[in-house]
């Protein structure tokens, strides 16, 4: 089985920075993508980011140009640099882990972009 934690929300204010962790465990060799969606209120939960571990990424269109995911493999631990946060990113940010036949979610942090 796999784990995740995600850590690094908070409040920010417009224009600002914040850097979301996943650190995964367990069965770490079976992981092939991580990631993070999100969910404001109201909304449905939209994927964010992806990054493989091959180190191929997907975004969202919304956050192109402002977020970036990067992952270390060697520390099982995924990062999304957000940069240029809009009162829209505010939302719950869930990390995420998935191989085959499993995706694994992690508790959620709260960011909150205040205008």
């Known amino acids: 089985q796999v784990q995740v934690v995600e850590s690094g929300g908070g409040l920010v204010q417009a224009g600002g920075s914040l850097r979301l962790s996943c650190a995964a465990s367990g069965s770490i060799f079976s992981i092939n993508g991580m990631g993070w969606y999100r969910q404001a209120p109201g909304k449905q939960r939209e994927l964010v980011a992806v990054?493989?571990?091959?180190?191929?990424?997907n975004y969202a269109d919304s956050v192109k140009g402002r977020f970036t995911i990067s992952r270390d493999n060697a520390k099982n631990t995924a990062y999304l640099q957000m940069n240029s946060l809009k009162p829209e990113d505010t939302a719950v940010y869930y990390c995420?882990?998935?191989?085959?036949?499993?995706?694994?979610w992690g508790q959620g942090t709260q960011v909150t972009v205040s205008s």
């Open positions: 990054i493989t571990t091959g180190g191929r990424t």
């Open positions: 995420f882990a998935d191989g085959s036949g499993y995706q694994t």
